[in-house]
């Protein structure tokens, strides 16, 4: 039998309290329940006055209704409040009964122009919400696993200019000059003058020359490429967690950076955590960067790099280093003898061309008019040869398998749960706040079940 009541409830008046609508197992009563939202005030109370002005919506309303957006990837501020008028779990979590008025779309917008802006407010949002994953032992920062991932930008590709690129300072510059004028000393060689000062090779304005594409809507982004992708105007998001997906640190920037270059702004901050190994990918995989792991007593666990000849061509590892007498020996065993080190850090064996011209394996070794084979060396070499070491260690392998499972997966719920593929903000101060409270939204969901699931078995 058919029934036919569907409006029938439509203006019945019943009486209900608002924690009775809202389901015990309700992710935002779970996460109510996890953590103690009043530390919100401390954060913020230098921010408001204390005797004048009008009253404010509260603070933690405030933080709470982005946490909504960011907790169930709502596209925009303006969507998000339409959500919480017609959500009775939503306006349980704020605390606003079902006839109160939600705070207008653009109240938290102003609050973090007046408010908030110029301020790390989201980032110790994030570490007090770290701070509980610890205090319940649930993060175990041993074994770090480190990837950067790219959000688009809220810009144009079109609108866009040109200008000449700012050459940044790397973070090992100073060490590694210091180290190439030893080197150099050590092998008899001058001293190599500054750029500055070599008329042979005069400063260019700005930078080395080269040119890169800024985006005239949010100049803080930057022109990413990489492999198939889309060509797009983008933020690098470097991230850590750590082998239970916990994240553990992140930073912010222009899409065109490489990894490497970023990569001691987001180590320096997890320095304190007790890390013993880094699980990195290829673009981690430098001199400079194993060298500061190592050096801090760090385990860098890279993966294997295919080499870059050319086919046909010898591969690097079939010329022979010999230590003691600091040259290589080609496949032919002909001696290639140190000749300088360069500005890069890389010191330079050479062939004897006298002894190549004749050689059977010339076309295998190089096509130089001169026929002098180079094979260069870099200062810290020896500390890729440790990397290699710690590479084949028994349990290794299948540690840089847990990437997979680990960063990669947590990049894939922020893009698909979490709204993180694209950025609808300007500016890379917006940029931080939005990874931040999404890492932070990340980091309490999971927290809230598994303390939930805790107190079920207790009981």
């Known amino acids: 039998m058919m029934t036919q009541n569907a409006d029938k409830n439509r203006f019945q008046v019943q009486m209900y309290t608002m924690d009775e609508l809202v389901p015990n197992d309700h992710l935002l009563r779970l996460i109510d329940r996890a953590i103690d939202w009043s530390f919100i005030y401390d954060l913020v109370e230098e921010k408001y006055s204390t005797d004048n002005g009008r009253p404010s919506v509260d603070p933690v309303v405030l933080i709470k209704i982005a946490f909504i957006q960011y907790l169930y990837g709502i596209r925009s501020m303006r969507q998000t409040v339409q959500e919480i ?55 175990d920062p041993k074994e770090v696993f480190i990837d950067a991932t790219h959000v688009k930008a809220n810009a144009n590709n079109k609108k866009m200019q040109k200008r000449i690129a700012k050459k940044e300072a790397l973070f090992y510059e100073e060490q590694l000059k210091e180290e190439i004028q030893r080197d150099r000393e050590e092998h008899g060689k001058k001293p190599l003058k500054d750029k500055d000062d070599d008329p042979k090779d005069p400063p260019i304005t700005g930078g080395d020359g080269k040119t890169e594409k800024v985006s005239t809507t949010d100049p803080e982004s930057g022109w990413f490429h990489k492999g198939e992708h889309k060509e797009v105007f983008a933020y690098a998001v470097e ?106 850090g890389y010191r330079e064996y050479k062939s004897d061309p006298r002894k190549c011209v004749g050689c059977p394996h010339l076309s295998q070794c190089t096509n130089s008019k001169n026929h002098v084979k180079v094979i260069t060396r870099h200062i810290w070499e020896s500390y890729m040869e440790i990397c290699e070491d710690i590479r084949h260690t028994a349990g290794m392998k299948e540690l840089y398998k847990q990437r997979k499972e680990t960063i990669e997966r947590l990049f894939g719920t922020a893009k698909e749960a979490h709204g993180f593929r694209y950025t609808n903000m300007i500016g890379a101060a917006r940029m931080r706040m939005k990874v931040g409270l999404t890492y932070a939204a990340m980091n309490l969901k999971k927290l809230a079940r598994i303390l939930a699931k805790r107190e079920l078995v207790m009981v």
């Open 239 to 344: 991230t850590a967690c750590d082998k239970h997906g916990w994240i553990l640190g992140y930073t912010v920037n222009p899409g065109n950076l490489h990894d490497s270059r970023t990569f001691k702004g987001l180590y320096d901050k997890l320095q304190s955590t007790g890390i013993e190994t880094a699980i990195m990918d290829a673009g981690y995989k430098t001199p400079a960067i194993a060298k500061t792991l190592i050096d801090d007593g760090v385990q860098p666990l890279f993966p294997y790099k295919r080499p870059m000849t050319k086919d046909g061509y010898f591969r690097k590892h079939e010329y022979v280093y010999d230590e003691y007498y600091d040259c290589y020996i080609c496949p032919n065993h002909q001696v290639l003898k140190y000749a300088t080190t360069n500005r890069e």
């Open 85 to 139: 008028e017609v959500n009775v779990a939503y306006r349980w979590f704020l605390g606003l009964d079902m006839a109160e008025k939600t705070p207008h779309f653009s109240t938290f917008s102003k609050n973090y122009t007046r408010r908030f802006k110029d301020t790390d407010l989201f980032e110790q949002i994030f570490e007090r919400i770290l701070y509980e994953c610890y205090r319940y032992k649930l993060v």
